[in-house]
């Protein structure tokens, strides 16, 4: 078992009712299909409410660093705190003493002392918690609160939350807490002869709802001008962007687009494609198969937004997974005891495994023998996929065997 790499921590008043359903929400998001895909202690979600030596004290405390006097075992290498302001908080905290205070004055003073590992992401439960009240002045005066904008249409209210506190975690362990999230928007021309039908209408939905969001503004490929590396530009923004692709009917066949789906896989970056298919596609593209995939239809002559938010939560939480699997890779150096050769982002396929092929020969780490040990998140490839990377190896004149693993995979033979 790897170190815990990333602790959420929920807090809220017990007499603020909502608050429990909040930290339930959270912890069925982080606990779902996505994140359970990695190594266990990738994140973990706990709920701090009740008291922790009676019942008007304050939580039991959080694990920001490690001292042998705290409860619990060795701190994570992350820990994000969620205050749920709410009118009770705000009752025991204005007392300007207490368990209260204390707790809450020790979360702001850890992430001030180490804001590049610990992070807070209030939510204001109740406008009067934070409307000239101490509570207001402790945390929404020095952080910015999640899912503070009205919820807009197709989103909804658990969306938002789960969004934006992924997000924000996202960016605390990319080391960009000031640099928002970039959707890059790949797409086809306007209007293109023989182009789904509102092609140009699903353009501006899409550009309209990031717009709403919290996400950075988005990166227009085919809008960049003349002399502009499209290229250059994608990889040097790898580490905090996450590709959108609008798979309309003409779009696998667009070489700008293959090749923007093709360099986005291979800096291993998340790609998301949402199917908006009109009529048919007159062939696909291997290159843009092997990612998560949202259908995006029309209802009454709109696009629905609704299919572009999914879109989006799921970009986000991918974005997440992969900063994860990043830091578990870092963690690994000293506490797996077998040599992985590839720390894939998403499961390997022929172009991405190519590239690194590719990589290891030019840096002379190629072996030609024995086994080539990959590693990544769940789910798993299916056996057909495993061999045909095999016989893509032994054509290569690679003789080494190429042992495809997931987490599960390990942890079933006692790694």
């Given at each position: 078992m790897l170190p815990?790499?990333?602790?959420?921590?929920?807090?809220?008043?017990?007499?603020?009712?909502?608050?429990r359903a909040i930290c339930e929400e959270f912890v069925d998001h982080f606990h779902g299909t996505i994140f359970s895909g990695l190594i266990g202690g990738a994140v973990e979600v706990y709920a701090r409410s009740a008291g922790w030596r009676m019942a008007d004290d304050a939580?039991?405390?959080?694990?920001?660093?490690?001292?042998?006097?705290?409860?619990?075992?060795?701190?994570?290498?992350?820990?994000?705190?969620?205050p749920i302001l709410g009118n009770e908080m705000a009752a025991a905290v204005q007392q300007n003493t207490g368990p209260w205070l204390e707790y809450l004055q020790a979360v702001?003073?850890?992430?001030?002392?180490?804001?590049?590992?610990?992070?807070?992401?209030?939510?204001?439960?109740?406008?009067?918690?934070?409307n000239g009240t101490a509570l207001g002045d402790m945390f929404t005066q020095h952080y910015q609160c999640i899912a503070a904008n009205p919820v807009k249409e197709g989103d909804t209210e658990k969306s938002l939350r789960c969004r934006d506190l992924a997000q924000g975690i996202a960016q605390l362990l990319s080391q960009a807490v000031n640099e928002r999230l970039t959707v890059f928007i790949s797409h086809t021309k306007r209007n293109t002869p023989g182009e789904t039908e509102n092609v140009e209408a699903l353009i501006a939905t899409v550009r309209q709802i990031i717009s709403e969001t919290r996400l950075s503004d988005f990166f227009d490929a085919n809008d960049l001008q003349p002399g502009q590396d499209w290229d250059a530009e994608l990889r040097n923004k790898a580490a905090t962007s996450a590709l959108l692709a609008l798979r309309t009917d003409l779009y696998p066949s667009r070489e700008w687009c293959q090749r923007e789906v093709l360099i986005a896989k291979r800096a291993g970056m998340p790609v998301i494609i949402v199917d908006a298919l009109g009529e048919a596609e007159e062939r696909g593209s291997f290159l843009m198969d092997h990612v998560p995939r949202v259908p995006a239809r029309m209802e009454n002559g709109r696009w629905r937004k609704a299919d572009i938010y999914r879109a989006l939560n799921l970009l986000v939480d991918e974005f997440l997974k992969r900063a994860l699997w990043g830091r578990q890779r870092e963690l690994?150096?000293?506490?797996?005891?077998f040599n992985v050769a590839w720390w894939a982002p998403h499961a390997p396929e022929?172009?991405?495994?190519?590239?690194?092929?590719?990589?290891?020969?030019?840096a002379g780490r190629l072996v030609a023998n024995g086994n080539l040990i990959v590693l990544h998140p769940d789910p798993p490839l299916g056996p057909e996929e495993r061999n045909t990377l095999q016989e893509l190896l032994s054509l290569a004149g690679i003789n080494a065997r190429l042992d495809v693993m997931t987490p599960r995979l390990l942890a079933a033979r006692g790694g």
């Open positions: 815990p790499v990333l602790e959420i921590y929920v807090v809220w008043h017990p007499l603020d009712a909502r608050g939580p039991r405390p959080i694990l920001f660093a490690a001292d042998e006097s705290s409860p619990g075992g060795r701190p994570a290498q992350f820990v994000a705190v969620v702001s003073l850890a992430r001030t002392a180490e804001p590049d590992r610990i992070g807070v992401f209030p939510y204001r439960l109740d406008n009067g918690a934070t690994a150096r000293n506490e797996v005891t022929p172009i991405t495994l190519a590239k690194w092929l590719d990589d290891e020969r030019r």
